[in-house]
């Protein structure tokens, strides 16, 4: 369904494949995310990647607001009253 990198260079030893020719995937695990790109309806295992990654990056480092929203609501409670 998609092309598989087939460049030496580019496999892991004793089999493998390349995820956006940086990050190296062993076949077992390949053929489960290609498995779940298609039941998911991504356009590729790559797309695919990039998702499942770009979310739990965010659910671990956050998304980059959360100075800005405590900011709010510091100003929201010294606004009520609760905070000086």
């Not at 076949?27 to 995310?33: A, Q």
């Not at 590729?44 to 990056?57: G, M, R, T, Y």
């Not at 659910?59 to 609760?82: C, F, H, P, Q």
Request: hydrophobic content about 35%.
């Amino acid at each position: 369904m998609w092309p598989r990198v087939e460049n030496s260079d580019d496999q892991l030893s004793g089999g493998g494949s390349v995820l956006g020719n940086r990050i190296k995937l062993d076949d077992e695990l390949f053929e489960k995310v290609k498995k779940c790109a298609v039941l998911a309806g991504y356009a590729s295992p790559d797309e695919f990647v990039i998702h499942v990654l770009e979310k739990e990056v965010t659910a671990i480092l956050g998304s980059g607001e959360g100075s800005e929203d405590e900011e709010e609501v510091r100003k929201r409670l010294k606004g009520l009253g609760y905070i000086e």
